[in-house]
């Protein structure tokens, strides 16, 4: 139950093109959800994050968007650039419940130009 | 301002050998951890501290000790170090439980 599924493993895209990740949960208790960015060589670095309460948050080319009763949120990444290669990581948590982050398996995405 | 810094960056051991990896910050935060990243199994949590004095275990803590004697030191030690212990470990602090700020990684082999 306390388990976040990510897919896929890995991703090509094609630069402009539109990136999809997708992770699901099944602890309904959880009630934040974060997206991590790792560059190589580098540690993971807070990206974008919601709260279940909205369906959808959107920062520049990043895109969360939450299904609750499904138990699932994704990461769209609009007009990606080679810039954006990197692997993604989502996570969950009972932000008042627990001193945790439950982290997917991470998808590594390469975008060429 | 260095954030979260971790030492050693790189370090060879040999099985049996023993090793402890530093991890320090000066974001005064009350929340430190110790994750592992191999390859396919994302990031695994090692332990963990809230707090000065604190810890507790997480996902993966057989064979590792941790100590959080200082508010900015977060220890973790390998007392007899094993081939499956070769991985990148990673340091993260946080304020509160949410956001986590991550260190640089240390790369392991053990041989």
């Known amino acids: 139950q306390q388990q976040v599924k990510q897919s896929p493993q890995s991703l090509i895209v094609q630069k402009g093109g539109i990136s999809i990740i997708n992770c699901a949960y099944e602890?309904?208790?959880?009630?934040?959800f974060p997206w991590y960015q790792q560059f190589p060589g580098k540690g993971p670095a807070l990206l974008i994050a919601i709260r279940p309460d909205v369906s959808e948050k959107k920062e520049g080319r990043f895109t969360i968007s939450f299904n609750k009763s499904a138990k699932q949120f994704s990461l769209h990444i609009m007009d990606s650039q080679p810039g954006d290669s990197a692997t993604y990581f989502c996570?969950?948590?009972?932000?008042?419940?627990?001193?945790?982050?439950?982290f997917g398996t991470g998808t590594r995405l390469q975008v060429f130009p | 301002n260095a954030g979260v810094t971790q030492t050693p960056k790189f370090r060879v051991l040999k099985t049996g050998q023993s090793m402890t990896l530093l991890c320090a910050q000066d974001m005064n935060h009350e929340y430190m951890y110790w994750y592992r990243q191999d390859p396919g199994m994302g990031l695994r949590l090692i332990h963990y501290?809230?707090?000065?004095?604190?810890?507790a275990k997480g996902e993966v803590p057989d064979g590792y000790n941790v100590s959080r004697l200082k508010k900015q030191n977060f220890l973790l030690g390998l007392e007899s170090a094993a081939p499956s212990q070769t991985s990148v470990y990673f340091c993260a602090t946080g304020q509160g439980r949410e956001t986590q700020y991550f260190g640089p990684g240390t790369r392991l082999l053990v041989l």
């Open positions: 602890n309904t208790a959880f009630d934040y």
């Open positions: 501290s809230v707090g000065e004095g604190t810890t």
């Open positions: 996570a969950a948590t009972q932000s008042y419940n627990t001193d945790k982050l439950i």
